[in-house]
């Protein structure tokens, strides 16, 4: 008795008997904090070929917006919004409330196109709670993302409602110094 061993033909894609699914992480503290280990992973991944998007809602200083992100590296693009300065306060001049819309709006189309397998939105939740991007929106897209994409949110006093469909919470606090 022989037993035929079938070959797999070399157009063929194995398949895997599990899907990977993307994490949602959030990094929040009670202040408004830069968070290092996150940028630091975002780099270690993009060194070793992940593709990776930084954007960074409230930072502003360097005339930069998403038509011109910074590249670091092959696999490290890093946007931020195209202001004059860091934003602070929600009473924003129309252009400044448009290019942070623009930002949110480029920011969505390039995750649903799946051109990162991690994407970083540095601030979010202060650009929430400032009331300058609806809380409802950043969930409902959250929900729609492609399944495979990893998301670090980070920001002071991330709201309950984001905390509660991330699949991991780090918190930062001061500590104590007598």
């Known amino acids: 008795m022989s037993v035929q061993l079938e070959t797999p033909s070399i157009n063929s894609t194995p398949k895997l008997p599990y899907a990977v699914e993307g994490l949602i992480q959030v990094f929040t503290t ?3 904090n830069f968070f290092t280990s996150v940028m630091a992973q975002s780099l270690r991944l993009a060194g070793q070929g992940t593709s990776v998007l930084v954007v960074q809602f409230l930072k502003g200083g360097i005339n930069q917006g998403h038509e011109k992100p910074m590249r670091l590296g092959q696999k490290l693009d890093w946007i931020r919004c195209d202001l004059p300065r860091c ?9 400044e409330t448009e290019s942070l819309l623009h930002l949110w709006q480029h920011t969505q189309k390039v995750i649903s196109e799946g051109k990162y ?11 929430i709670n400032l009331g300058l991007i609806p809380e409802t929106e ?8 492609p399944p495979n994409i990893d998301i670090i949110l980070t920001g002071p006093e991330m709201p309950k409602s984001i905390l509660d469909i991330a699949d991991q919470v780090t918190e930062i606090r001061r500590s104590q110094r007598p």
Do not use: G, N, Q, Y
């Open 117 to 127: 397998s991690l994407v970083v939105l540095d601030e979010l939740s202060l650009a």
């Open 30 to 32: 009670s202040h408004r």
């Open 138 to 145: 950043v969930l409902s897209f959250l929900a729609k993302r």
């Open 87 to 95: 934003i602070d306060t929600p009473h924003l001049e129309d252009s």
